[in-house]
T-cell receptor
Framework: EAGVTQFPSHSVIEKGQTVTLRCDPISGHDNLYWYRRVMGKEIKFLLHFVKESKQDESGMPNNRFLAERTGGTYSTLKVQPAELEDSGVYFC??????????????FGPGTRLTVT | AQSVTQLGSHVSVSEGALVLLRCNYSSSVPPYLFWYVQYPNQGLQLLLKYTSAATLVKGINGFEAEFKKSETSFHLTKPSAHMSDAAEYFCAVRLFGNEKLTFGTGTRLTIIP
């Protein structure tokens, strides 16, 4: 079974440009999460999808970030326009359907975003 | 709101020595607690989890952690370090009914041959 995949693995862009990160969750997983780690700091929650709906987007830093999940499958996270402080590693995770006491979140390898 | 504190951003131990990585949490209600490991160029992998069952939790690769409510701690241990344990380790907390994980800042473990 394929794990969570993310593309690209690394992106270098200039301030003011646009970048789109993609996440493909494990097949059949309804829950999809985005997290971000700014260098030297903790991994922070950004948002949570249940299928195609945003369940919790309390961690999104500002309106320069737009997340979508088309048809409840893969997800994209667009940053427009990018700022220097957006640099970091963006992780995607997925988990199975809700209703269970605990659903393990499986993480992808992350996308390292560098804004210069 | 919950939070996680990991003491020591870098820990070095000799091969064969005890590994102890510290994690303290704050939460208004009993949480779920996790340890994740990240090897170079890989995603986070779940090492072990506490979900209100046994307080001593055994995980993969010989790691274990003990939930101590009185100390609000969930320290990670391994009796004998192996070179392959070199990685970054993250403690995380999650509240029942809330899906998001709250992470600590991570501890990078170096094994000295």
């Amino acid at each position: 079974e394929a794990g969570v995949t993310q593309f690209p693995s690394h992106s270098v862009i200039e301030k003011g440009q646009t970048v789109t990160l993609r996440c493909d969750p494990i097949s059949g997983h309804d829950n999809l999460y985005w997290y971000r780690r700014v260098m030297g700091k903790e991994i922070k929650f950004l948002l949570h999808f249940v299928k195609e709906s945003k369940q919790d987007e309390s961690g999104m830093p500002n309106n320069r970030f737009l997340a979508e999940r088309t048809g409840g499958t893969y997800s994209t996270l667009k940053v427009q326009p990018a700022e220097l402080e957006d640099s970091g590693v963006y992780f995607c995770a997925s988990s199975a359907a809700r209703g269970q006491e605990y659903d393990e979140q499986y993480f992808g390898p992350g996308t390292r975003l560098t804004v210069t | 709101a919950q939070s996680v504190t990991q003491l020591g951003s870098h820990v070095s131990v000799s091969e064969g020595a005890l590994v102890l990585l510290r994690c303290n949490y704050s939460s208004s209600v009993p949480p779920y607690l996790f340890w994740y490991v990240q090897y170079p160029n890989q995603g986070l992998q779940l090492l072990l989890k506490y979900t209100s069952a046994a307080t001593l939790v055994k995980g993969i690769n010989g790691f274990e952690a003990e939930f101590k409510k009185s100390e609000t701690s969930f320290h990670l241990t391994k009796p004998s370090a192996h070179m392959s344990d070199a990685a970054e380790y993250f403690c995380a907390v999650r509240l029942f009914g809330n899906e998001k994980l709250t992470f600590g800042t991570g501890t990078r473990l170096t094994i000295i041959p």
